[in-house]
């Protein structure tokens, strides 16, 4: 296995977990529209054991992919765990016939899904929970306390170490500070959606960790001149870019893109290396103006 120091950005610690800034998401690793089983299982299986192999020690995973799915191959492609990697979930969602989204945060949605986490990844303890807010369109107001307050419930009965929130609002972090301490949000962002410029500067002030995701737009990928011109000008790809400014942007931020090739993992990582320059960053900070 590659040293975690050799890859780009370094390491951050969560509350007592110290992890590499380059993560990796698997919800790719399941089916079509992440439903149901891989294509390639052996495929899914070798890009998980590619990603500790390159000195990854955070992945992060939801119980809603396939639903169950990917976290059954993280399971079978890397239990034991070595004791560097730690695995990021998520509750408060379901899925549906149609391949829905549906919110389930109940206080016994929010049980169930953290033992189902448990017991799909052969773990005693979750290492990390982020409650799931908000709909596929994006955070949405309103208290987080009930399913909150389950989650934090389940901390404290040593079923999960740390905890935090995803698709959030700035208020809702707010709340869920006034309730218990997390370690991370994990939100929507990327050179062109620019909403979280503010909290990210502030959860960098109190040692928080932000994890963006879709960085490139997510399923309708990001068309930007800009961002082309640049990439081109470094003679690297528009996602090199994309991961290499969201490292400069701040030092809380961790990545987790995802693949399902070993060989797109390794470009990510590779890419994610690149320094831009002051005028790289200046052109691309205009495509979120």
């Not at 990796?24 to 299982?41: H, I, K």
């Not at 701040?250 to 320094?275: W, Y």
Request: with cysteine; charged share 15%.
């Amino acid at each position: 296995m590659l040293s975690s120091s050799s890859l780009p950005g370094g390491s951050w610690t969560m509350g007592d977990l110290t992890v590499t800034r380059f993560g990796y998401g698997a919800m790719q690793l399941a089916g079509p529209g992440v439903m149901g089983p891989p294509a390639d299982r052996a495929g899914a299986l070798a890009v998980l054991r590619e990603a500790v192999e390159l000195g990854i020690t955070h992945i992060d995973t939801a119980g809603v992919y396939g639903p169950r799915v990917t976290n059954q191959l993280i399971r079978a492609a890397l239990h034991p765990y070595p004791a560097s990697l730690h695995i990021a979930t998520k509750v408060g969602g379901a899925r549906d016939e149609q391949g829905g989204w549906p919110p389930a945060r109940k206080p016994q949605d929010i049980r169930r899904s953290v033992q189902e986490n448990l017991e799909d990844l052969g773990l005693e303890v979750l290492d990390l929970v982020n409650l799931r807010l908000g709909d596929a369109t994006g955070p949405q107001a309103g208290s987080l306390a009930e399913p909150f307050e389950a989650l934090v419930e389940l901390q404290q009965q040593g079923l999960v170490r740390h905890i935090g929130v995803s698709n959030a609002t700035g208020q809702q972090v707010t709340e869920a500070q006034s309730i218990a301490p997390i370690v991370c949000v994990q939100n929507a962002y990327n050179l062109a959606l620019r909403h979280d410029d503010e909290l990210i500067d502030a959860l960098a002030d109190q040692g928080i960790a932000y994890v963006p995701y879709f960085p490139l737009g997510g399923f309708s990928p990001l068309q930007s001149s800009a961002l082309t011109n640049v990439a081109a000008r470094l003679e690297t790809t528009p996602m090199s870019v994309a991961l290499a400014w969201l490292l400069q942007r701040s030092p809380n931020i961790l990545l987790i893109p995802g693949t399902s090739s070993t060989a797109h993992l390794r470009e990510n990582v590779d890419g994610a290396g690149l320094v831009l320059s002051d005028e790289d960053v200046a052109e691309l900070d205009k495509i979120g103006r």
